[in-house]
């Protein structure tokens, strides 16, 4: 897992690399001006043109701007400096007082590229007055744009922003820090590329950034003399009259995720229509109320050997569903994924339910599932959704996988985001397809936390691989998803991108 630092860590690991292990700050701003200037460089080849513009706040950030300007210059391109602010900061005055090329009040016609060096990661709210006329210039120049450390504008620890620079490339100075990964972070940064310049840690990141290393040793090579008992069973438990859709597709993706056996159970009035549409699944009729699950002991209990059980998807909000949760959390002792209407039935009739739950649990919501269970308002969901995950998670003894464009999974101690999707994913029936991954995972045996950061992963995996085969995002259907996940596993043998 890559390190993802957030702004308090990244000043905590500036201080600590200048004052304790003696690095001057100069020599940082030095290193940092060379790798925008060395990203810059690659993008002016691979683009065709000579013509540089760096636009400089008076902070630290603009000053890697007239650092990798310099650097630039000496390298044989035109370059030229739009500074929007006296520097503030001796480092930035140190690397104003070393350019020599043309300082400039504008933007250069048939400029080629902008090197984005306004404000750092510390910045909050909208730019103003003489910085939001630039960033309006920068985004309507046609320029290629390199933001350094972060897009002028966005929020360094969530990722939005009212208004920001619109970056090709942003280069991570350091390690990579939330508001690259989260919101509107990857719309605005671009390709992100972090480079290292000498920065050390004082101490480990509470976050980390999920990669396919992190979960090919849950797919290990199989042993020959093995049988579909060694890789145990899956529940799902979902659909209703309305929605009978998403049992196929959860259970769909349990079976290609490698589990023994995968149970469906569904509300008897959706039996019939059922039978013989996924083979391979072992269907079971649990009794039901006006096309929805009702609470009925014996039958959930019959369930409960299974090593990781799915609920919620597709099941509509209700009464019988809330029992046949509550049921689970007292009695089921394996792995519980709670996910769609079981986390809106927890929120519509009481999520004290949680407490003093017996299984191993791990719930899936959206950022307005998230709101109901947490009583918190969208808005602050997006704009605090690791913290407030990390305390549900805490609070409840639970693991809490909160999607987005870059998944949030939390259990109170570890922190972990995802960003292996795309807006292919931007459709019903993808959450259908997560819960059936987690489910199978959680029948091999996988712990909570690790069920969701790989379920995740190979969601999004399976998504970008369905885009890449169809041609575009807006026609990959969940079905289409779910049917790339074995391709998706396959590919963690190379712990690498599929790009």
């Known amino acids: 897992m890559k390190a993802v630092l957030s702004c308090a860590e990244m000043r905590e690991a500036d201080a600590y690399t200048i004052k304790q292990c003696g690095v001057p700050s100069q020599a940082l701003m030095e290193r940092a001006g060379r790798a925008i200037a060395e990203e810059a460089e690659s993008l002016l080849n691979a683009r065709g043109g000579r013509r540089v513009l760096a636009v400089c706040g008076g902070g630290n950030n603009g000053g890697d701007g007239w650092c990798a300007a310099r650097i630039l210059s000496l390298r044989g391109f035109e370059t030229a400096v739009w500074p929007l602010a006296e520097p503030a900061s001796p480092d930035c005055a140190a ?28 910045f909050r709210g909208a730019p103003a007055g003489v910085y939001a006329d630039a960033v309006a210039r920068i985004n309507g120049s046609g320029a290629a744009v390199v933001a ?10 969530n990722g939005l922003c ?52 992190d979960v090919a040793p849950l797919f290990p090579p199989r042993r020959r003399n093995t049988h579909k008992g060694s890789f145990g069973e899956a529940a799902i438990l979902a659909g209703s009259r309305a929605y009978s859709g998403a049992p196929l597709l959860s259970a769909s993706a349990a079976l290609r995720c490698g589990c023994g056996y995968t149970r469906l159970a569904v509300p008897d009035a959706l039996f019939p229509p059922l039978v013989g549409r996924l083979p391979e699944a072992i269907l079971t009729a649990l009794p039901s109320r006006d096309g929805a699950l009702c609470a009925e002991e014996e039958a959930l209990r019959a369930l409960c050997s299974a090593g990781g059980i799915a609920v919620g998807m597709g099941c509509g909000v209700s009464r019988g569903v809330y029992e046949c949760v509550r049921f689970l959390l007292r009695e089921y002792e394996g792995t519980l994924i709670l996910d769609a209407d079981a986390l809106n039935s927890l929120a519509a009739f009481g999520t004290d339910a949680l407490r003093g739950h017996r299984c191993r649990l791990l719930l899936t919501p959206h950022p307005k599932e998230f709101s109901r269970l947490c009583e918190e308002p969208v808005a602050r969901v997006l704009q605090e959704g690791a913290a407030l995950a990390s305390r549900f998670a805490e609070e409840y003894g639970c693991t809490v996988l909160l999607k987005g464009c870059t998944t949030i999974v939390a259990d109170g101690k570890r922190l972990c985001f995802n960003a292996e999707g795309t807006p292919a994913l931007a459709k019903g029936g993808s959450g259908d397809v997560l819960s059936g991954i987690a489910a199978a995972l959680a029948a091999r045996g996988a712990e909570p ?37 074995p391709r998706a596993i396959a590919s963690l043998a190379g712990s690498g991108d599929i790009r």
Do not use: M, W
């Not at 995996?461 to 995002?473: F, N």
């Open 95 to 122: 690397q104003r007082a070393l350019y020599r090329g043309e300082v400039v009040g504008g933007i250069p016609p048939e400029t080629d590229l902008i090197i984005d060096a306004i404000f750092g990661t510390g």
């Open 449 to 485: 936390f690790d069920c969701a950061c790989a379920a995740s992963f190979l969601l999004g995996r399976a998504g970008r691989l369905a885009e890449k085969e169809i041609g575009c995002a807006e026609s990959v259907t969940a079905s289409d998803v779910a049917a790339n996940l």
């Open 148 to 157: 350094a450390d972060i897009p002028s504008g966005l929020n360094g620890e």
């Open 162 to 213: 009212d208004l920001a620079v619109r970056a090709d490339v942003t280069v991570a100075v350091g390690e990579i820090k939330r508001g690259h990964l989260l919101n509107d972070g990857p719309d605005y940064c671009g390709r992100l590329v972090r480079r290292d310049i000498g920065i050390e840690l004082p101490a480990p990141p509470a976050a980390s950034l999920l990669e396919a290393s």
